[in-house]
C-alpha cells in the first residue's frame, strides 16, 4: 500500500521559514517524479513545485519561484520543500504526490500525471 506523508506545516508569520517533508512508504521512490501541490478551500489545487526521479531537474510555478525549494533524498524515501519568505498568499493545505518516471508523453513537470497523493498538511501565513 503506497503511502505519502506530509509533516512541517504550521502557523508562521509573513517573512518566515518551514521546510515541509513528505515522507513515501510502499513504492520504490526513485522510480518516481514527485511534486508538491497547495489547495486553499474553495479553490483548486496549484500545482507548486516538481522534481525529477534523480533529483537533477526542477520546476516551480512562477509566485514561488526563488523562495522555495524542492529537494529529495532518495536514499530516505523523502520529498522536502523548503520555504522561504512565506506570504498570506501561501496558505494552504500542501500536498505531496508522485508521479511514474516512465509514463509515455507525461507533463508531471506541468502538474499532470500524479498518480499518488498524500493527506496534506496545513500551511498558515500569518501577515
Known amino acids: 500500500q503506497v503511502q505519502l506523508v506530509e509533516s512541517g506545516g504550521g502557523l508562521v508569520q509573513a517573512g518566515g521559514s518551514l521546510r515541509l517533508s513528505c515522507a513515501a512508504s510502499?513504492?520504490?521512490?526513485?522510480?518516481?517524479?514527485m511534486g508538491w501541490f497547495r489547495q486553499v478551500p474553495g479553490k483548486e489545487r496549484e500545482f507548486v513545485a516538481a522534481i525529477s526521479w534523480g533529483g537533477g531537474s526542477t520546476y516551480y510555478t512562477n509566485s514561488v519561484k526563488g523562495r522555495f525549494t524542492i529537494s529529495r533524498a532518495n536514499a530516505k524515501n523523502t520529498l522536502y520543500l523548503q520555504m522561504n519568505s512565506l506570504k498570506p498568499e501561501d496558505t494552504a493545505v500542501y500536498y505531496c504526490a508522485a508521479a511514474p518516471k516512465d509514463l509515455a508523453g507525461s507533463t508531471w513537470y506541468l502538474g499532470s500525471d500524479y498518480h499518488y497523493w498524500g493527506q496534506g498538511t496545513q500551511v498558515t501565513v500569518s501577515s
Open positions: 510502499g513504492l520504490t521512490f526513485r522510480n518516481y517524479h
